[in-house]
């Protein structure tokens, strides 16, 4: 009797499918993006890399659920961040309470030290960590150590990175969009996106009246090669 | 006695004789390859190594070297004892477990050594006479025996010029034709302690574990102060940090005999006197939490000390322990805890602070004003947090611009890359007028055409209109 391939070992899986072992996962707080990422969440312990033409697309509001649900004991820490993060935010409201850790090296050689010191140490619930320019001998480090930690690891760089190689498992492309994000998972264990995801994402300014959007932008256009996504009603 | 005198002599290859009244008292192996063999006159020795180093042998120094080590050694056990001839005796019966085994402790003491720049050889047996003999043997034969069956096998094979007591005796018998433990063992006991004396008798005894040894134990001092006179004047701190290591050794040994841990290390490094004199350069390292492991300490040193640059060279190196708190009580939660203790945590803060500086790793401060700059602090994650103030139920932005970036307007609207749209606002802000720092503002969210979300305000102070741009929503 012969073993269809994907049963053979959890570590198989076919081209169409998602990999049905990831190792343990966060659930990211929206359905419609577990239902996209292998294993059904971020994975943890794995360098998953985020792109986005600026700051401010919505990155903080698409990872908050997550980063509520890991153990409020734990400090989430912000390595190099690009402006200065704001202590109101962290402490206020809106956000569970949990130690934030802010840290600031002055050279981008310290900044990847810092890094791979927090993952090695793995006493943090998550690291979110802003670098322009990595080396993919860098990246390789990054990730082996992330992968020692049960740590959730975030590493945002600009779009123009997107096209570099990368050792990454989950790469992951943020726009922002009306009332929300539009996600294009440019890598990961499973067949090749071929529409962009929305999610809706919590506006900043909770007062404001939520209207469904009209304006939305319809899904990517049918490429050679790819199926046309079907519409949205 | 070359430890004392030349550090380095194991991996340099000067050649080094000391002297001790006249005589040879101990060779570097450079010098052994040139024939200088211990035992000989200084007049013969110079004749066959003319470039060797004379080093006159100094008690003193060898005295305080052992008492370096032995402080290094409480780390292991309480129960250290300086034995004759340079040796340390170790009781570690009840440390065994601790240290994973005779092999781990083994390997945990070579390594202390070895970071105290000192060549040591180890024996390990059930007696202390015993184990002195193993670690004394040649280059051959197992140094570790831990059954009294196998040490005495090992006992008979040693030569009898490894015993002191029966070196008086040494002619006589070689002339019986006694040259091992085991041949002067197997002489009739009441006849040879009726020629050579009860000494023998008892040592070997003693060391076959037939009757027990009484040891004057090491007691350590009081208070931890150790300064290490150098031979070489250092001029990069990688080589200060290796003396360190040394002297970082010795101390958490003393640490943990004296159940201590310190909350700050002062290294103090003098430079020459004369006339480039200046005052001692002192490194302070501050701990987020209270320390006593050497590995840790020592990892936080090197960071440290990468960071410094030496202004003058380096003749003597102190270290200090100001002020030792109780070494805090080991976890006693049966499950280890998902990401580790709160002291691994403080480790990884002390540790990131040792290379970026405390000030480059931060926690959230905020103060309570209404003012977003004002209110945005952050304080050095290093030592004790501060009340927080309470919560402030408005939904602020992550990303704070500081200083605000001016705006341009563009058909009477702000201008950032695109027009931007108001979405929300106005709330109004005005305070600091008793400070100074008066801030008049109205804020806004605003969004621009790829739909980011920015906090602007604009001045209500000022007839035109001034656009600022404070934030992003992250």
Redesign the interface.
């Known amino acids: 009797m012969t073993l269809p391939p994907d049963q053979l070992h959890p570590s198989l899986w076919r081209a169409n499918q998602l990999a049905r072992n990831p190792g343990p996962c966060q659930p990211s707080g929206f359905p419609s993006l577990d239902a996209e990422l292998p294993g059904g969440g971020w994975p943890v312990g794995t360098l998953i890399e985020l792109f986005a ?9 698409l990872l908050a659920p997550a980063l509520a649900q890991l ?1 409020l ?3 989430v820490a912000l390595v190099h ?14 956000t569970p ?1 949990r ?8 050279r981008p050689i ?1 900044a990847l ?2 890094a791979e ?2 993952l090695k ?5 998550a690291l979110l960590f802003w670098q322009k320019d990595v080396r993919p001998a860098s990246l390789r480090r990054l990730h082996l150590a992330a992968q020692s930690s ?2 959730l690891f975030f590493l945002l760089r600009p779009q123009a990175a997107m096209r570099q190689t990368s050792p990454a498992p989950l790469r992951i492309h943020l ?5 929300g994000i539009e996600l294009d998972i440019v890598k990961r264990r499973g067949p090749s996106m071929n529409h962009v995801l929305f999610i809706d994402l919590p ?6 009246v939520h209207h469904a959007p009209l304006d939305r932008r319809t899904p990517a256009p049918a490429r050679a090669g790819r199926p046309a996504p079907v519409l949205v009603n | 006695m070359l430890d004392a005198l030349r550090p380095s002599w194991s991996t340099d290859a000067t050649e080094c004789i000391v002297l001790d009244h006249e005589h040879v008292a101990a060779v570097s192996p450079a010098a052994h390859r040139s024939g200088v063999s211990v035992g000989m006159r200084k007049s013969g020795a110079a004749i066959i190594a003319p470039q060797a180093t004379l080093l006159e042998r100094s008690p003193e120094k060898e005295h305080a070297l052992l008492h370096q080590a032995a402080l290094a050694m409480l780390q292991y056990t309480p129960e250290v004892a300086l034995a004759d001839d340079h040796t340390l005796l170790l009781n570690v019966s009840a440390s065994l477990m601790l240290f994973k085994g005779p092999r781990g402790i083994s390997r945990r003491v070579t390594h202390t050594l070895r970071a105290m720049q000192l060549n040591a050889t180890q024996g390990m047996a059930v007696t202390a006479r015993g184990a002195w003999l193993l670690a004394r043997r040649g280059q051959t034969g197992p140094r570790r025996r831990v059954r009294l069956a196998s040490l005495h096998t090992q006992l008979n094979q040693l030569p009898l010029s490894l015993l002191p007591a029966a070196q008086k005796h040494a002619d006589w018998l070689r002339g019986i034709g006694c040259h091992t433990l085991g041949a002067l063992r197997r002489l009739p006991r009441a006849g040879l302690q009726r020629r050579v004396g009860t000494e023998v008798v008892r040592a070997m005894d003693v060391a076959y574990g037939e009757i027990p040894e009484v040891h004057a134990w090491f007691t350590a001092p009081l208070v931890f102060k150790q300064r290490i006179e150098l031979i070489e004047r250092l001029e990069h701190t990688s080589a200060v940090h290796a003396v360190a290591q040394e002297l970082i050794a010795q101390m958490s040994g003393w640490l943990v005999h004296r159940q201590r841990a310190i909350t700050q290390l002062i290294l103090s490094m003098e430079h020459e006197i004369g006339r480039h004199a200046r005052p001692p350069t002192q490194l302070a390292l501050p701990l987020a939490a209270p320390a006593w492991q050497a590995s840790h300490l020592q990892h936080l040193l090197k960071e440290k000390l990468d960071r410094v640059t030496l202004e003058a060279p380096v003749v003597a190196i102190g270290l200090e322990t100001p002020d030792t708190v109780e070494m805090p009580a080991i976890s006693t939660t049966l499950f280890p805890e998902p990401g580790g203790t709160a002291a691994d945590h403080m480790r990884l803060l002390d540790l990131l602070a040792a290379r970026l500086g405390p000030e480059q790793v931060r926690q959230p401060n905020t103060q309570a004003d209404h003012r977003p700059e004002t209110a945005n602090q952050w304080r050095t994650a290093i030592g004790r947090a501060t009340p927080a103030c309470p919560p402030a139920d408005i939904e602020r932005p992550f990303w704070l611009l500081d200083p605000p970036e001016a705006l341009s307007t563009h058909q009477d609207k702000p201008y950032y890359g695109s027009p931007l749209t108001l979405v929300k606002g106005p709330e109004r802000i005005e305070t600091g007028w008793w400070d100074g720092g008066l801030a008049v503002r109205d804020y806004f969210v605003a969004q621009d055409k790829h739909y980011v979300h920015y906090w602007i305000y604009r001045e209500r102070d000022h007839h035109a209109a001034r656009w600022y741009l404070h934030g992003l929503f992250g």
């Open positions: 033409a600026q700051a401010g697309v919505g990155e903080l509001r153990s004991h734990r400090p961040p690009p402006y200065t993060p704001n202590s109101a935010y962290c402490t206020g409201a809106h309470r130690p934030w850790l802010w840290i600031a090296p002055e310290d030290w810092a010191q927090v140490n793995g006493s943090c619930a049960d740590m726009q922002a969009a009306a009332c506006t900043p300014a909770p007062h404001i």
